[in-house]
């Protein structure tokens, strides 16, 4: 058994994600390919019983290079298993996470693939206010901040929403999929 783990980061959230993913589905006795999608021109996917494909969403978009590989790789996906999977911040919060689930992962399941995904994984952000962003990423993230003080939560200091337990259980689920 063999899977492709691919990722679109913008500031290394996604990357992580994508990385104890390969590490988990590895441990669980499958050979994992870990591949960045910036940049990534072709990427044969016949050797693979499994692709997984995942992004960060920065204003609501994911990565062009994980797009790119699921528009580029449509039909050679129709039979693969494969899973989607994000990390947003609609997923840090209860009243989002549907939305997030719908915007993020149905939506793009149903443009870019012909065949219902195995899995769709919706992981929390990280929120880092000292990370270096672009001037649109800053004004979204005023609000976001002004959000988080109400909840009573110090801006000043990164916060990790990603809970590591469910992505590694995730990951062991991909894993079985193919183990069966």
Not at 127 to 137: C, I, L, Q, S, V
Request: charged share 30%; net charge neutral; glycine share 8%.
């Amino acid at each position: 058994m063999k899977a492709l783990v691919a990722y679109g980061t913008r500031y290394g959230t996604a990357a992580e994600i994508a990385e104890e993913i390969a590490r988990v589905i590895k441990d669980e006795g499958i050979e994992v390919d870990l591949v960045d999608a910036r940049g990534l021109k072709d990427c044969d996917v016949s050797p693979y019983d499994l692709v997984v494909v995942g992004s960060g969403i920065k204003i609501g978009k994911w990565t062009k290079g994980s797009l790119k590989f699921l528009q580029n790789n449509k039909s050679a996906l129709v039979a693969k298993n494969v899973a989607l999977f994000v990390t947003c911040g609609a997923a840090n919060d209860e009243k989002t996470r549907a939305e997030g689930q719908e915007k993020y992962l149905d939506n793009v399941a149903k443009e870019n693939l012909v065949n219902e995904p195995v899995a769709m994984g919706l992981f929390g952000s990280k929120y880092d206010p000292n990370a270096k962003h672009g001037m649109m990423y800053k004004f979204t993230m005023r609000f976001i901040k002004k959000d988080l003080e109400k909840k009573g939560i110090d801006t000043s200091k990164p916060i990790d929403y990603r809970d590591w337990d469910e992505i590694r259980a995730w990951a062991c689920s991909l894993a079985d999929t193919l183990n069966q």
